[in-house]
């Protein structure tokens, strides 16, 4: 009978907890619709600052302004944690065409890849051998690529569903494709844009020489996906064309930059910590918007939201604006080192790098007994249409938190068009809506609102019933 008894009290908590969860839940998303803050400060970092490269001012204003919009907030800590950064700056525009004879060229839409190098003044003019893979060089050999420009026009795969595995299948050719063509004598590297959309805004990214000699680094640049169209439909045509680029980045001495941090401090357990976060900079030639303006200002909001909606969190939560992960991973890379320094817990890390796209779901880093606590919770998304729980990856930033003691999650936002204005000039404040942005930020907060209520550790019912 005392079995009974207890179980049906658990059985009467739980549906009381529910219905109580239901209810904040709900208020989360009405303050987040009605009355919501994200789009404002995206706003500001978009339109009043701009890009937020790496060491640049821009980066610097966006440090200043987030810090002080944290500290109108009223929250029991708000500070910035130093972190030195790479600065890589463009130059002026860069600028291509393709010859195909003395005099008759057609000028096509480039953009240098970040950490590249510069053209020499005149800029490079070459021949033109067309791959879709790195493992092609090693069948082409030095022989068919010396003194060539090499362009590597390897698609997003358009039947997969998941955009970011498309990205994730092709985005070597960017990174790498330089290194790699370097060692065959090439002379620059031209890469088709990471974009599934054919238009005519080349996306640019990080790329990286390794522990390539300088004497054999070259310089390489990213082609719309229309010009890269263009230019393997006339190689087709005349094998013997000629490409011309010309850009002037340069890579500078690191500078000291900062990841901006707000808190509320726990009620109960205040030595438990959970995250939320996305990276304050962005590349240059937009204003980085989607990527990842959106992020850091849906998780500044998270902070508001709990405030907004009179919840006071069991757990200290966290938002962490992070600086370079761009081009660098530093300030990610410095949160986790400063956070096990100081042996801090952290118990779950949520991170919006995924554009300010109708919110669909998370992806979640963690055991199988954790997921299917998560995954009990979600009737209470079902309202809002939230309906994606997998087990995957995470986010760039919190994954130096990784270790058996810590949750890590992602936003998944629909991903369809996000790929069409990353990393490119057309990632600017207009290609947001307002209202899929402050989705995402309540969902945001709708998660860390459970985190902090049940924790991230699994208590079965026997073990209840016992104590």
Sequence with gaps: MKFILTTLFLVATFQLSAQSDAENI??????????GQSYQWLDHLSNQIGGRLSGSLNAEKAVQYTKEEFEKLGLDKVWLQPVMVPRWVRGAPEF??????????????????????????????????????????????????????????????????????????????????????????????????????????????????????????????????????????????????????????EQLSDVQSYNVIGEITGSEFPNEIII?????????????????????????????????????????????????????????????????????????????????????????DCSDIMFAKIESWKSLFKPYLIHYFEKGGSGADIGPLKDDGVVLAGLRPDSQRYFDHHHASNDTFEHVNKRELELGAATMTALVYLIDKYGTETITNEEQIRD
């Design 276 to 364: 939320v976060g996305g990276h304050l900079d962005s590349w240059d030639l937009g204003d980085g918007s989607h990527d990842d303006g959106a992020g850091v200002v849906q998780s500044m909001d998270v902070l508001r939201l709990l405030k907004e909606s009179g919840i006071r969190p069991k757990r200290t939560i966290r938002a962490v604006l992070f600086m370079n992960e761009e081009n660098g991973l530093r300030g990610g890379r410095k949160y986790a080192e400063v956070a096990k320094s100081k042996n801090e817990k952290h118990v779950f890390a949520l991170e919006s790098d995924a554009g300010g796209f109708t919110p669909r779901g998370f992806s979640f």
């Design 96 to 249: 291509a065409y393709i010859e195909t004879a003395p005099g008759q060229t057609t000028s096509v839409n480039i953009c240098a890849l970040g950490g590249s190098i510069a053209t020499p003044n005149g800029g490079v003019k070459a021949e033109v051998i067309e791959v879709k893979s790195i493992d092609e060089l090693a069948t082409l050999g030095q022989r068919n690529i010396e003194g060539k420009i090499v362009f590597f026009n390897r698609p997003m795969q358009a039947d997969l569903i998941s955009t970011f595995e498309a990205y994730g299948g092709c985005v070597d050719q960017r990174y790498s494709g330089a290194r790699e063509a370097g060692k065959y004598g090439a002379v620059g590297v031209i890469v088709r844009s990471m974009n599934l959309r054919l238009d005519d805004f080349p996306h640019t990214g990080s790329m990286s020489y390794g522990d390539l000699p300088n004497n054999q680094r070259i310089p390489s640049a990213a082609i719309s996906t229309n010009d890269a169209e263009l230019l393997s439909g006339m190689l087709a045509l005349d094998a013997d064309l000629k490409f011309f680029f010309s850009q002037n980045c």
């Design 26 to 35: 709900k208020t989360i998303y009405t303050n987040s619709l009605t009355n």
